[in-house]
């Protein structure tokens, strides 16, 4: 079965560099995002993405974080300068075009920022 | 968003059925109910979803009540890799998912 992946599964970072979260989703789906989920909390979304352009983003997605999908397999989370609260798992997932399609998650990347 | 209110924890014995209660008293006509568990360090895993009838797969059973305000997930036999937190989700064409804190599912061997 497809799934999507997510690489690293671990990235470790000092406060105020840039960080590059990587995703490939599966292949035929249209819509990605981002979630994050701090140590003991709720997933929370981040933004959604369609089309090659935001289609929704929370109050989380301030001007820090950014996304891209550079060509046609991968969508990355960018983060240009670190905060410490940044630290958490964060997931990327994919769908396809149906109305009622469900996601599809990663296993996701743990960002730790020291 | 629309609101759900499941049990923060309940607990099973292996190779029991389970049922995973879900409130939604707040549901559109085109709310489809979403169910997912997230696994001890694992992303969240889709479980099963539907719309007005209720749906069956290798996974789950998912019964909706008539009135749609209220859903159950069956687990038809609780296994030890059941042991996740698991989400009830209202989502509508377009919307994003919006998890809240889910229900802690223990099963005891």
């Known amino acids: 079965e497809p799934e999507v992946t997510q690489t690293p599964s671990h990235q470790v970072t000092q406060m105020g560099q840039e960080v590059i979260l990587r995703c490939v989703p599966i292949?035929?789906?249209?819509?990605f995002y981002w979630y994050r989920q701090i140590l003991g909390q709720k997933v929370e979304f981040l933004v959604s993405?369609?089309?090659?352009?935001?289609?929704?983003k929370s109050e989380i997605f301030d001007d820090q974080f950014s996304v891209e999908r550079p060509d046609g397999s991968n969508f990355t989370l960018k983060i240009r300068s670190t905060k410490l609260e940044d630290s958490a798992m964060y997931f990327c997932?994919?769908?396809?075009?149906?109305?009622?399609?469900?996601?599809?998650f990663g296993n996701g990347t743990r960002l730790t920022v020291t | 968003d629309a609101k759900t209110t499941q049990p923060n924890s309940m607990e099973s014995n292996e190779e029991e059925p389970v049922h995973l209660p879900c409130n939604h008293s707040t549901i559109s006509g085109t709310d489809y109910i979403h169910w997912y568990r997230q696994l001890p360090s694992q992303g969240p895993e889709y479980v099963i979803h539907g719309l007005t009838s209720n749906v069956n797969n290798r996974m789950a059973s998912l019964a909706i009540a008539e009135d749609r305000k209220s859903s159950t997930l069956i687990l038809h036999r609780a296994t030890l890799r059941d042991a996740a937190v698991y989400y009830c989700i209202l989502a509508n064409y377009g919307q994003n998912f919006v998890f809240g804190p889910g229900t802690r599912l223990s099963v005891l061997p």
């Open positions: 292949s035929n789906h249209l819509y």
């Open positions: 993405f369609y089309n090659n352009e935001i289609s929704e």
């Open positions: 997932a994919s769908s396809d075009e149906l109305r009622d399609s469900p996601l599809h």
